[in-house]
């Protein structure tokens, strides 16, 4: 059912993604490793697991790996361990310092190293396997032993592949823009980068998920124009209106409501390791209102009352972009990413930390 809210697993429940679906399988078949980029709600995860079980099906093993909040090596190593054993994969443990082979699998030896372990692992596989790694930029403070370990994995087993997601930045921008001291320069993984529905393609999505549940529906434009071509969004409001009964108004106005708090999660999470919070906060919140350059300036300069030099601003802009917060349209023009950023109180948020900033 296309308004199911859980991520799509097979190619009948994934919308207007045919392509990009036969082109990351056509990349992986070919030996090269995949990043699929964009912005929250746009299907990166649904994808993903698409290709993995249609890989499965054409001789692949395929583990996916949710590395949300898994921010170490261990943390990854961990769960690792647990799909490979969930998995019966074949591997190449036959004399191991970092690991103990039993009947019901792996485990880890006592006083193992993690990065050791971690690359054994992944080079013992003995079955072309395809490992997904959704979110993978929460990996970034370990960006350099990460790399070391993908590097080797590259160069010594080609069964191993992978497709990561994520935003455009630390771990993932340094994947796909590998600098000569990088352990996968000249091997960047390739990249796909999803984006919104136009509206011929939410139009024909809304009208398809309606009617699967046998309802007629009649209000795109309303619907379009609030939420545009996210299909996260348009899945969340297709729920409300038509699994949950609710009225088109209220459905949309809850599908906003549930939108900001989404929203306000991804920011907090974003700002976690930023100085100067307020001063992203203030250019999110311009931007509701206005897109050139110097008037998203003018506008965060008056907000929090201070000048900001051209590079500090054009600097935080840039971490917004890469985020997949805002959008460069052309030079020295920007806009939201997605419509339910318009939507959020940044008034509130500047307020909780503009005194931890300054």
Known sequence: MLFDLHPKESRDELFGRDEEVEYVKRQVRAGNWVVIGGQRGIGKTSLM??????????????????????????????????EVNRTRLRLRLNVSLNFIVGSAGITLSRGSRVFNSLLELLLSIDENT?????????????????????????????????????????????????????????????????????????????????????????????????????????????????????????????????????MVNEIEHFLEDKANKALYLAILSALRVVNRWKDIKFAVTTRLGREFGDRELLNALNALINYNFVVKVREGEYRLADPILREVDYDKLIKRYLRMDY
């Open 130 to 262: 395809v490992i997904g790694l959704d979110e993978v930029q929460e990996l970034s403070r370990v960006t350099g032993q990460f790399l070391r370990i993908l590097g080797n994995v590259f160069m010594s087993n080609p069964r191993v592949s992978f497709i990561f997601t994520g935003s455009y930045v630390g771990l993932v921008k340094t994947l796909l823009k590998p600098n000569p001291e990088s352990p996968l320069y000249g091997r960047p993984p390739v990249e796909v980068k999803l984006k919104p529905f136009n509206d011929e393609l939410s139009r024909e999505f809304l009208k398809r998920g309606f009617r699967e549940l046998g309802i007629q529906f009649n209000a795109f434009d309303t619907v379009i124009d609030r939420l545009d071509g996210v299909v996260g969004w348009l899945t969340l409001f297709g729920n409300y209106h038509g699994v949950r009964g609710l009225d088109v108004d209220e459905a949309l106005r809850e599908t906003i409501n549930e939108g900001v708090k989404i």
């Open 49 to 82: 697991k698409v290709v993995l079980n249609e890989l499965s099906r054409e001789g692949f093993r395929a583990i996916y790996i949710n590395a949300r909040g898994v921010t170490t090596l261990r943390d990854l190593l961990t769960i690792l361990v647990n």
